[in-house]
């Protein structure tokens, strides 16, 4: 034997079964294959992945597996694109008490809790995320070591601090307030060079109509995508009005719809096809399961959410939680809850293009279970179609992202990003709560 095969079979003893460094191509073989476009699922599916992509799919009997190659079953799976989720707040993670998390654990973002929330993310079969919200060096840095492999996570896409018209008391290093339409150009410049992938957006009503158009402006001008809150409909209006490409929420408000000046406003901005779509986000899980979730707490002893965390701030966040219906962040939900079918079915007939989000990280919603409760809301709850629901979930964020051509779907080409679970997952969704295979850009992680 020569000292390469030495070398090779001393690496695939040592370091286990699922990397395998002597096969550098992997074939799933065996699953239902729902693809990220929205067609009709492949059955006894076949996914040939070289290094960290798709060179073919096809189905047992027409594709044949390369002889050599790390053959993986996924008989009685679904296997799909890896999740995305559009909305995430890795520096936080289900703490009811936002002042005291913030003053406590700043000095521990970058270090502990964002990589702690990347994480868990992973782990639930979230292969690509969009985090809205942190300090600008702590969130580049946490986005690059990703993207270097030093921590596990998800492909990354930040936004640093948000854009508001004044940031709140103590939040100055993850909000950055603007003073009129030259500031509003030079912190959007200042997220720009420090290489973010997206600018967040809120509070735009607050501001000088020109400030907000400054701010959108100037990102557009970067090629970077504007975010924008939506709790208020002149937020709406506002955000309409300069040209935000993704709403954020379905709003905080009482209110029984959205008014019908802003659906007339937003038929029309996705009549323009020439700009592409417009996207939103509903975030809808966190206020929709709050009663269900203060009802019956058992969730919150899950101990998923513990991966990466110390003992002593997962007894923080366990004690914050003891009292799930004393919470004054959620006071106001069980008047706003019947509102968010109604808005979710206007925004459906509207002609926005609607995207899985989850506002993880909030109080009681951990990295670890977010997402999939979130589609599984969406399918359960307000009837959306399981297929487009994924489809929301995989093809739709990469194109938001404009990063379809390497992410979004199973295709040729494409980096191999890939869950599976055991079961029909267009039947129960829910079975995404236990993903059983992870595999990120051709790497098996779970």
């Given amino acids: 034997m020569n000292i390469k095969n030495l070398i090779i079979t001393f690496l695939s003893l040592t370091i286990g079964s699922t990397l395998v460094f002597s096969q550098t191509t992997k074939a799933l073989v065996g699953g239902t294959l729902i693809d990220g476009f929205g067609g009709v699922p492949i059955r006894n599916s076949v996914i040939l992945i070289e290094n960290d992509k798709i060179t073919a799919v096809g189905q047992v009997g027409s594709l044949e597996v390369p002889a050599g190659a790390e053959v993986i079953s996924t008989e009685g799976m679904s296997v799909m694109p890896g999740l995305w989720d559009m909305h995430v707040h890795l520096m936080i993670n289900g703490h009811s008490d936002y ?48 993207n270097r492999g030093e921590i596990p996570g998800p492909t990354i896409y930040v936004s640093g601090p948000f854009i508001q018209k004044t940031a709140y008391p103590g939040t100055e290093a993850f909000r950055w307030g603007v003073n009129g339409v030259a500031d509003a150009k030079a912190k959007v410049k200042k997220l720009a060079d420090a290489g973010v ?150 925004l459906k007939q509207s002609g926005v293009v609607m995207l899985i989000g989850t506002d993880s990280g909030i109080p009681m919603k951990f990295h670890s279970q977010s997402t999939w409760n979130e589609l599984d809301v ?62 990120k850009h051709g790497k098996r992680v779970k």
């Fill in 99 to 146: 002042d005291h998390w913030d003053k406590t654990y700043i000095d521990l973002f970058e270090s502990v809790i964002m990589p702690s929330s990347a994480h868990q993310l992973l782990m639930a079969g979230v292969t690509s995320a969009r985090d809205l919200g942190a300090p600008l060096e702590a969130s580049i840095n946490v986005r690059d070591k990703i």
């Fill in 197 to 346: 992938d997206v600018i967040k957006l809120i509070d735009q009503d607050q501001m000088t109509l020109e400030e907000a158009q400054a701010v959108v402006d100037e990102a557009h001008k970067y090629g970077l995508p504007v975010v924008g809150h939506s709790h208020r409909p002149e937020e709406i209006r506002v955000g309409l009005k300069i040209g935000v490409d993704c709403f954020e929420h379905t709003g905080l408000s009482s209110a029984p719809e959205y008014p019908e000046d802003i659906m007339l406003m937003i038929q029309e901005r996705s009549a323009q096809m020439n700009r592409g779509p417009l996207f939103w986000t509903p975030t809808v899980e966190g206020l929709y399961n709050y009663e269900s979730v203060r009802n019956n707490p058992e969730k919150l002893d899950d101990p998923s959410w513990h991966l990466g965390l110390p003992d002593s701030i997962i007894r923080d966040i366990r004690a914050s939680l003891r009292y799930p219906g004393r919470m004054s962040y959620f006071q106001l939900t069980p008047v706003r809850k019947p509102t968010l079918e109604r808005k979710f079915s206007q």
């Fill in 378 to 439: 969406w399918v359960n709850e307000f009837g959306y179609d399981p297929l487009l629901a994924i489809k929301a979930a995989t093809y739709w964020p990469a194109v938001a992202m404009k990063v379809d051509q390497d992410y979004g779907t199973i295709s040729e080409g494409k980096y191999a990003d890939i869950i599976a679970v055991r079961g029909d997952v267009l039947r129960h969704i829910s079975l995404l709560q236990d993903v059983d295979l992870v595999i």
